[in-house]
């Protein structure tokens, strides 16, 4: 009976395949790693589960070279944390099959990003300069990287008020907060290549 029951699933879903692929609708997966909970949660998680939700809404099916790809948001809690970006990214991955994946919170992103890259997933994900790179063809990084405005502002900032001899920064004990710690005490191998871009 299990047999028998387990055979009339399978054909049932191997129909709706075959007849989706027959009405020619793919539809395009995309996970998101979100802290939903805490303070982080009320200023990033909960905007950008809405954002998200909102471009479904919006946006709904696309169309490239004729074929049509309706949006899929799967969204899941990874509470900014290494622990979460691995759970989160190792769901949606290898439950969900998603193929394009965002991940908020530097910790988070960095754990889930060697899943993605072993996995061919693309991941946006706003974790510091050492996100990117050739090593990291998967990666990508929409959101603005808090090093690079951070060191310019504390060089500009060093120079237009001397006066100022000390800041105080307050941030989470986390790869987010450490790298904006950094990048405002020691702004001068950031801001000065950046700087000196700007100036040519």
């Known amino acids: 009976m299990v047999l028998c029951l387990a055979l009339v699933i399978g054909v049932a879903c191997g129909g709706g395949k075959a007849q989706e ?10 996970g998101a790693g979100l802290g939903l909970a805490g303070l982080f949660g009320s200023v990033i998680g909960m905007p950008a589960k809405r954002g998200l939700e909102l471009a479904r809404e919006k946006i709904g099916v696309f ?6 790809y309706p949006i899929k948001t799967i969204l ?3 509470y ?14 290898y439950e969900d099959g998603v193929k394009f994946m965002g991940q908020s919170g530097a910790d ?10 072993s996995a061919g997933v693309l991941l946006d994900g706003a974790a ?4 990117l790179g050739p090593d990291h063809p998967h990666s990508i990084c929409t959101a603005p ?7 310019a502002f504390f060089r500009y900032l060093a120079q237009a008020h001397p006066e100022i001899k000390t800041v105080a920064i307050v941030q989470e004990d986390d790869l987010t907060g450490h790298g904006t710690a950094e ?3 020691l702004p001068s191998a950031i801001s000065t290549s950046l700087m000196s871009f700007v100036e040519r």
């Open 183 to 185: 990048a405002a005490a």
């Open 80 to 93: 900014f944390t290494t622990a979460g970006g691995v759970a989160s990214a190792t769901k949606l991955i």
């Open 21 to 30: 692929e027959e009405e020619g609708v793919k539809e395009v997966k995309f």
């Open 63 to 68: 169309t490239v070279a004729g074929q049509q």
């Open 76 to 78: 899941e809690e990874n």
């Open 108 to 117: 988070a992103a960095r754990a889930a990003q060697p899943l993605c890259e």
């Open 128 to 131: 510091g300069l050492g996100f």
């Open 145 to 151: 990287s808090y090093e690079t405005p951070l060191a």
